[in-house]
T-cell receptor, first 113, second 113 residues
């Protein structure tokens, strides 16, 4: 079965510093990977995806993610964090047998002023 | 224009009652989903419909009954509500054969007392 793991419950970073939110995956076949963000009391918003192609994927709000096949990772990155980036971030993988996404447990990002 | 909408946003009810949550999407997608997010923010799929047909039914109690009158709507009816049903329920949609990302509604916070 497809799965993703987010090893950090929380990531703390100072505003202006680069941020990384980690995700590793386990799939059979080619992975379809996604990042979503959830602000308090809101639904999930799609940030970016990797289906195929370049290993560095650019998404919304200045976020990008690096697909690394050898390390089975898909880490979310941003060069300079904003306080407004503070939210809950979910990594997800598409189950190739079904049209569903399998989500990680989420990582809370706290950006301090 | 709201892409995926849910009503109500909040639902407070007593144990044993029956309640419904409605979802509508105006994205022209053919697949819709219900997810449950528990108090620890863990997100798990419950059901998925493709063109009004049930394609995913995870291990959900049969007190939960989804209904899709057309491909733009997916409702969730819950019978005999229990305390453990308290959660945030998210509707989502996607397009078969598309780029696979799902778009989420704002969520319905269900509190069973």
């Amino acid at each position: 079965a497809q799965s993703v793991a987010q090893p950090e419950d929380q990531v703390n970073v100072a505003e202006g510093n680069p941020l990384t939110v980690k995700c590793t995956y386990s799939v059979s076949g080619n992975p379809y990977l996604f990042w979503y963000v959830q602000y308090p009391n809101r639904g999930l918003q799609f940030l970016l995806k990797y289906i195929t192609g370049d290993n560095l994927v650019k998404g919304s709000y200045g976020f990008e993610a690096e697909f690394n096949k050898s390390q089975t990772s898909f880490h979310l990155k941003k060069p300079s964090a904003l306080v407004s980036d503070s939210a809950l971030y979910f990594c997800a993988v598409r189950d190739t047998g079904f049209q569903k996404l399998v989500f990680g447990t989420g990582t809370r990002l706290l950006v301090s002023p | 224009d709201t892409a995926v909408s849910q009503t109500p946003k909040y639902l407070v009810t007593q144990m044993g009652n029956d309640k419904s949550i409605k979802c509508e999407q105006n994205l022209g997608h053919d697949t819709m989903y219900w997810y449950k997010q528990d108090s620890k923010k863990f997100l798990k799929i419950m059901f998925s419909y493709n063109n009004k047909e049930l394609i995913i039914n995870e291990t959900v109690p049969n007190r939960f009954s989804p209904k899709s009158p057309d491909k733009a709507h997916l409702n969730l009816h819950i019978n005999s509500l229990e305390l453990g049903d308290s959660a945030v329920y998210f509707c989502a949609s996607s397009q078969t054969g598309g780029s696979y990302e799902q778009y989420f509604g704002p969520g319905t916070r269900l509190t069973v007392t």
